[in-house]
């Protein structure tokens, strides 16, 4: 297992900003994708968005146009630009190795899939 670990959630108010981060100490790359998946209260979980290694990204149609995710490889840390936030947008982030998002929230993982812990945001109206 990669142990993998996520910060950067806190309370903002709509409209604030946040920045997640999740850094794999052992994380070697992944051809297939690593993703930011939430869960909010009460629902299932939903992708958000996913970058490939070769730098290609995807966002769910929810978060498009307001975060943007990136990755600084020599650090081995995974970043989530979180901009315009919504009260909607509460949620426990979670940072995932090899699973993929797509434009409607699903997202998909191979067996060899590794989570971190959540990150709690919590946007207030």
């Known amino acids: 297992q990669v142990p993998l670990v996520a910060s950067g959630g806190g309370s903002v108010p709509s409209g604030g900003s946040l920045r997640l981060s999740c850094t794999a100490s052992?994380?070697?790359?992944?051809?297939?994708?690593v993703s930011w998946i939430r869960r909010a209260p009460g629902k299932e979980f939903e992708g958000v968005a996913t970058?490939?290694?070769?730098?290609?990204?995807a966002y769910a149609n929810t978060v498009k146009g307001r975060f943007t995710i990136s990755q600084d490889n020599a650090k081995k840390t995974l970043y989530l630009q979180m901009n315009s936030l919504k009260p909607e947008d509460t949620a426990s982030y979670y940072c995932?190795?090899?699973?993929?998002?797509?434009?409607?929230?699903?997202?998909?993982?191979?067996?060899?899939?590794?989570w971190g812990q959540g990150t709690q945001v919590t946007v207030s109206s």
């Open positions: 995932a190795i090899n699973c993929r998002v797509d434009s409607s929230g699903a997202y998909s993982c191979r067996d060899d899939n590794v």
């Open positions: 052992e994380y070697t790359g992944s051809t297939y994708g």
């Open positions: 970058i490939a290694s070769d730098g290609g990204t």
